[in-house]
Structures are given as structure tokens and as C-alpha cells.
């Protein structure tokens, strides 16, 4: 990884072509000045999410009908 000035460490990543399209899809979504700014983004919410998962809570996402518990397979495995 290389630093940049101002900007931290660059990083290469090998995204299919679906990937950058998906991130390209979720940066106008989100409205994100870059695919960087939009990966950071995610990094976050996966970071906060992780954590807490971590200590017990659950994610939910409230909707008219009801509340539903929010299931991350990958995290749940990793939090076991």
C-alpha cells in the first residue's frame, strides 16, 4: 500500500465487474462524492454492526407490519 498525501494509504482491490457496478449503483444511492468515500461508509456501518453484534445485540428493522430482527450470516458465524 502507498500513501498519498492527505488521503492515508492507497489500496488495490479486484472487484468483478458486478462489484463495481453494485458500488457504482450504491454511490449515486448514497449519494457519496467517491467509490472510495462509499467504501469507507460501508466499512463503518459493517464495523458498527459487527461490534454490535459482538456483545449480544440484535439489528432490527422496524416496518409497518412489524419488527424483524436483521440476520447478518457472515457476522453471526464469526461472532460465535
Not at 449480544?56 to 447478518?72: Q, T, Y
Request: charged share 35%; net charge positive; aromatic share 4%.
Amino acid at each position: 500500500m502507498a500513501e498519498t498525501k492527505n488521503q492515508g494509504k492507497k489500496l488495490q482491490l479486484n472487484l468483478t465487474d458486478e462489484d463495481i457496478t453494485d458500488l457504482d449503483l450504491l454511490q449515486r444511492k448514497i449519494k457519496a462524492p467517491s467509490r472510495s468515500q462509499t467504501i469507507r461508509y460501508a466499512l463503518r456501518l459493517l464495523q458498527w454492526a459487527a461490534d454490535e453484534i459482538g456483545k449480544g445485540n440484535k439489528i432490527c428493522l422496524e416496518r409497518p407490519e412489524g419488527v424483524r430482527e436483521v440476520l447478518i450470516p457472515f457476522l453471526k458465524q464469526r461472532q460465535k
